[in-house]
Structure formats: C-alpha cells, structure tokens
Nanobody, 125 residues
C-alpha cells in the first residue's frame, strides 16, 4: 500500500519559514517525480513545485520562485519543501503527490498517481 505522509505545517508569522516533509511508504521515490501542491479555501488546487526522479531538477510556480526550495533524499524516501519569506497569500493545505515519471510535467499538471492527506500552513501575525 502506497502512502505519502506530509508533516511540518503550522502557524508562522509573515516573513517566517517552515519546512514541510513528505515521507513515502510502499513506493520508491527514485522512480517518481514528486510535486507539492496547495489549496486554500474556495480556491482550486495549484501546483507549487516539483522535483524529477531522474536528475533531481526542480520547477516552481512563479508565486514561490526564490522563496521555496524543493529537495529530496532517496535514501530516506523523503522530499522536503523549504518555505522562506512566507506571505499572507501562502496559507493553504499543502499536499505532496507522486507521479511515476522520470521528469516533472508542467507545474499545473495534477494527474499524479498518489497523494498525501495534506498539512495545514497558516501565516498570521
């Protein structure tokens, strides 16, 4: 059984940082591209970042470029999303997802094979 488990969400002040983790069980991440998505209340789910399985290349939504960094450790079967300089528009439930592919598709691609349950990120002073 495949499970993706996110953690690391919480409450942070504007300008603060959080690091989200996505731990995979039942699947080997070196065969999957991993994406991070977010969904705020009343809004559609949007792609935030993706890291490829083949060469670790990363892509980002324009709204987070320069602030968020995606990374992974295949030996730990874990992907992280380092989020810095958090803004009031960043709060959402953040999800990770796995796509059996060597490379990431367009940042808006949503047809991933597996999804986690999400972790809440709140930005408030």
């Amino acid at each position: 059984q495949v499970q993706l488990v996110e953690s690391g969400g919480g409450l942070v002040q504007p300008g603060g940082s959080l690091r989200l983790s996505c731990a995979a069980f039942g699947v080997t991440l070196d065969h999957y591209a991993i994406g991070w998505f977010r969904q705020a209340p009343g809004k559609e789910r949007e792609g935030v970042s993706c890291i490829s399985s083949s060469d670790g290349s990363a892509s980002y939504a324009d709204s987070v470029k320069g602030r968020f960094t995606i990374s992974k450790d295949n030996s730990k079967n874990t992907v992280w999303l380092q989020m810095n300089s958090l803004k009031p528009e960043d709060p959402a439930v953040y999800y990770c997802a796995a796509d059996r592919a060597a490379y990431c598709s367009d940042i808006g691609y949503i047809y991933y094979d597996y999804w986690g349950q999400g972790t809440q990120v709140t930005v408030s002073s």
